[in-house]
């Protein structure tokens, strides 16, 4: 079993920045963030590979934000550049132990065994 907590959020101007940490309890192989607005469903973000060598952004994001890990403290990052009133959500990390590289599976959320409480983020316009 394997523990997520995420941290990091808050409330931000637009085109402000935040970083967005994940610290897991245990190893982890693909980490994922997701968000989810009010009335909407959770979507996908961003993945990274446990090498980190291999990434996955949404459309959304790409160019905007960051996705990164630190294996010797078992913490993953979200940094979050140019951030937009439509980025406003609750931020969701995510670990898939089953896989070690970012696969289009990885966009999916039922590839995902653990995840965190979350971690609100608010974009102010």
């Known amino acids: 079993q394997v523990q997520l907590v995420e941290s990091g959020g808050g409330l931000v101007q637009a085109r402000g920045s935040l970083r967005l940490s994940c610290a897991a309890s245990?190893?982890?192989?693909?980490m994922g963030w997701f968000r989810q607005a009010p009335g909407k469903e959770r979507e996908f973000v961003a993945a990274?590979?446990?090498?980190?060598?291999?990434?996955d952004y949404a459309d959304s994001v790409k160019g905007r934000f960051t996705i990164s890990r630190d294996n010797a403290k078992n913490t993953a990052y979200l940094q979050m550049n140019s951030l937009k009133p439509e980025d406003t959500a609750v931020y969701y990390c995510?670990?898939?132990?089953?896989?070690?590289?970012?696969?289009?599976?990885?966009?999916?959320?039922?590839?995902?065994?653990?995840w965190g409480q979350g971690t609100q983020v608010t974009v102010s316009s």
């Open positions: 990274i590979s446990w090498s980190g060598g291999s990434t």
């Open positions: 245990g190893r982890t192989n693909v």
């Open positions: 995510a670990a898939d132990n089953s896989r070690t590289s970012v696969s289009p599976d990885s966009r999916w959320l039922g590839s995902y065994k653990y």
